[in-house]
């Protein structure tokens, strides 16, 4: 644990950065698959990608878990957005 305590902030931004794009575009693609109700998917794709990023960051407790639902759900905004 103590490696983790010198890890730079530009490091940590990265990380941050590229799970929110994945985010993003998973769930967009949820919304673009889902035969109806493309919101609904979109939220329960954000609350499986909270809890799995909640499991998976117990042992070293990052800010993972902050960004999964909010970025679901910005993406199953902007699809349906563009639908209009």
Request: glycine share 8%; net charge positive.
């Amino acid at each position: 644990m103590d490696n983790f305590k010198e890890t730079s902030a530009i490091v940590i931004l990265a990380g941050i950065v590229y799970r929110f794009v994945f985010n993003v575009v998973g769930r967009y693609l949820a919304a673009k698959l889902a035969p109806s109700n493309p919101m609904k998917h979109v939220i329960i794709m954000g609350i499986i990608g909270t809890v799995l990023s909640i499991l998976g960051s117990l042992p070293l407790w990052d800010l993972a878990i902050l960004i999964a639902f909010p970025s679901a759900n910005l993406r199953g905004k902007l699809y349906l957005k563009n639908q209009k």
